[in-house]
């Protein structure tokens, strides 16, 4: 990145290996499959430590794909948090089901086990939880609060890539986890996703259900005709992952821990930097956590007047989500959620990522103390 030039709060990775994959797919013309899908789904499952991945088109519909895989289907009830990406949330509609909405700890922007317990009614079909801005949760206190009640997890990792929880990577306490590749993720596939589990049944019909609900080794007969033969007993959807993002996505993996220590360190200098100023305040992670920050999460005093000053001084910075409860799209039942109002009114993110250099880092601090009145 230029010195001088606007700071970024995303920048997505590039690099000549990817353009040389990218070429290299259009001119095989293998861009719809290919053996760049399979190699991604081996390095995922070795990054996240899970047995199986499926790779999908993009990370709503491997939440689609989760869901259909616990059987959550029309007018049933997934809990969830109202403070996230529209992505996140918009898999549940999908699949005919309605939101109930969670409230999250202020303190460090995540879902609170305890607050999960009481809101839990007992007819939910699944919980999701999402590890906000690659922020863990309380993963493993979420997990026993969902077994006791008897509500399957589905943990979205769509932006938590390389995230610790307790030196594990995050994702390994839902019954399926899911993982994005949008270009300003930790792994830019241009496009994709891709899901998560541990047991063979699961993965295997969550890759049926990923293309129409196909048999692969069986829908084509010998003469490359569709096999009349080959039954489809639960109808999927067009969720695929292609060669063409795969094999752009499977260059970055080499790459991922350094990018993740740079980005840690350069929290840790802003952090440092930060202490003291009046008017805003470090968001920090829960015990046992290592964030994989996706962005630098700050609750400020005044958030508007601090994000205006940003944005005039060149720094990109950001509100991150609406909170999804006031999409009457929806069609949930309102609920108080007061820690979601805070969160609402005082959170920024503000870029920290492995791009910037000491000069970048130096300024977006400056600029926040400056106009966060400290």
């Known amino acids: 990145m230029r010195a001088g030039s606007q700071i970024p709060l995303f ?103 305890d607050y999960l317990n009481n809101a839990l009614k007992g007819d939910e079909a699944a919980v999701i939880l999402y590890h906000v801005a690659g922020y863990p949760a309380q993963t493993a206190d979420i997990e026993r609060v969902c077994r006791e009640r008897g509500v399957p997890l589905i943990e979205d990792c769509n932006n938590a890539l390389g995230a610790q929880y307790f030196e594990k990577p995050v994702g390994q306490y839902g019954r399926f986890s899911v993982y994005s590749f949008y270009p300003n993720r930790q792994i830019n596939g241009f496009e994709g996703g891709g899901i998560a589990c541990d047991d063979d049944v699961s993965a295997e019909r969550l890759r ?44 970055q993996f080499d790459g991922l821990d350094s990018r993740l220590r740079t980005t840690r360190e350069n929290v840790g200098y802003m952090t440092e930097r930060l202490a003291g100023t009046r008017g805003v305040r470090v968001v920090g992670s829960v015990r046992g956590g290592v964030p994989a ?27 991150l989500h609406q909170r999804n409860d006031v999409y009457a799209g929806f069609k949930a039942e309102p609920v108080s959620l007061p820690g979601t109002s805070l969160i609402s009114t005082g959170l920024i993110a503000v870029p920290c990522g492995w791009w910037l250099e000491r000069e970048h880092l130096d300024q977006i601090v400056d600029h926040v103390r400056r106009h966060a009145g400290g």
């Open 293 to 319: 920050y996706w962005v630098l999460l700050l609750m400020a005093d005044n958030r508007d007047q601090l994000l205006s000053g940003l944005k005039a001084s060149g720094v990109a910075c950001s509100k």
């Open 11 to 113: 920048y997505p990775v590039r690099s000549p290996a990817i353009e040389d994959a990218a070429l290299h797919s259009i001119r095989s013309g293998q861009v719809a499959s290919g053996s760049s899908v399979e190699q991604l789904e081996r390095l995922l499952s070795e990054q996240v430590q899970r047995n199986y991945v499926i790779g999908t088109s993009d990370m709503t519909s491997a939440l689609v794909l989760a869901l259909r895989g616990l059987g959550v289907s029309q007018g049933q009830t997934v809990a969830t948090l109202a403070f996230s990406c529209l992505s996140t949330n918009a898999a549940i509609s999908m699949v005919g089901a309605v939101p109930r909405w969670l409230d999250l700890d202020p303190t460090t922007v995540s879902m609170c086990p």
């Open 208 to 251: 049926r259900l990923h293309r129409f609900g196909i048999h692969q080794a069986s829908f084509r007969a010998d003469d490359g005709e569709i096999n009349p033969t080959s039954t489809i007993e639960e109808i999927g959807i067009s969720a695929s992952l292609s060669e063409l993002h795969a094999a752009v996505a499977c260059t």
